[in-house]
């Protein structure tokens, strides 16, 4: 069944993605060995082709130093692992804007905005996502006509009035997918109602199991997941300082190190894959620094 996925970009990263170790995500990965399979498993296989709609983070609202780089370095994996007939980025952007908003009262938080005072704020708003999805999966149902299935990754409410238009046109079947982790308690029915499957939900364990290579080549330089991007980036830094010494001062050793089995050691509880595999918690994090202290004293005590 040839089928198009509609990524809301905006709306992943913050139902599924935000706060996770899961941010280094194969979305071509996830939908089409995962979400799809599972949401509709006597279709077999898909003809799959994903449209990942974001917009380029602004340095002056970022709030990591290391965010628009970290961004670039995502969408570059994903370029490199796929080609234009598989994954397509399409870029809106964000407005960043000074204007004026009701403040809550502190004292009487139910009190009307009219009856509040105005103070001056930042505005940032994510601009085209909408309309380029719209523009998009209409123009592909009207000029594909081998196209038999178009998905919407997103919870927006604004992308109702054209699952209405493309379900008018009874060329295609319309497929939902709200992108949060959690079971939603009631589905958003103003999308619902024009789709003719809906899943609420993306698991974790899916998130987990469609994730990218830490480092993918293509162009001039790799793209690197960043640090920042595993479960515990402060204890993943310990650990790399703490290797440097006795891995001649080159982070690629360590990494190496990282990246690669270890023997099983009897004081220690078992690692049952390689370490880089075990940074999602801080418990699975402090065995992997343990392991490495202990490879560390191993090190030292051979010189």
């Known amino acids: 069944m040839k089928t198009n996925i509609y990524i809301d970009g905006f709306n992943l990263y913050y139902g599924c993605l935000r706060g996770t170790p899961h941010k280094w995500l194969d979305i071509f990965k996830l939908f089409n060995d995962h979400v799809l399979p599972s949401s509709q498993p006597e279709h077999g296989a898909n003809d799959v082709f994903v449209k990942y709609f974001t917009a380029q983070i602004i340095d002056k609202a970022a709030k990591s130093s290391t965010s628009v780089q970290d961004q670039i370095a995502y969408h570059r994996a994903l370029s490199f ?16 804007i000074t204007t004026s908003a009701y403040q809550l009262d502190p004292i009487n938080p139910k009190r009307f ?12 708003e994510e601009k085209q996502t909408d309309v380029n999805i719209a523009v998009e999966s209409l123009f592909d149902v009207m000029t594909d006509p081998e196209l038999q299935q178009v998905v919407f990754v997103t919870n927006d409410t604004d992308i109702a009035p054209v699952m209405a238009k493309i379900k008018s046109l009874q060329k295609v079947q319309i497929g939902l997918v709200i992108p949060t982790n959690q079971q939603a308690r009631s589905t958003n029915q103003d999308l619902a109602k024009h789709a003719d499957w809906v899943r609420d939900c993306i698991q974790d364990y899916e998130l987990a199991a469609a994730q990218l290579p830490r480092i993918i080549k293509g162009g001039r330089t790799p793209a690197v997941k960043p640090v920042s991007w595993f479960g515990q980036p402060q204890i993943l830094e310990q650990i790399i300082q703490l290797l440097l010494p006795v891995c001649e001062y080159k982070p690629s050793k360590c990494w190496r190190w990282l990246e690669h089995d270890l023997p099983q050691r009897a004081d220690l509880p078992p690692l049952p894959s390689a370490p880089i595999h075990h940074l999602a918690s801080k418990e699975d994090a402090m065995l992997v620094l343990a392991y490495a202290k202990r490879f560390v004293e191993f090190m030292e005590n051979k010189q």
Request: a positive charge.
């Open 81 to 96: 692992t796929y080609p234009l007939h598989r994954l397509e980025i399409i870029k809106g952007y964000y407005s960043l």
């Open 113 to 124: 905005p009219k009856d509040c005072q105005r103070v001056n704020i930042w505005k940032l």
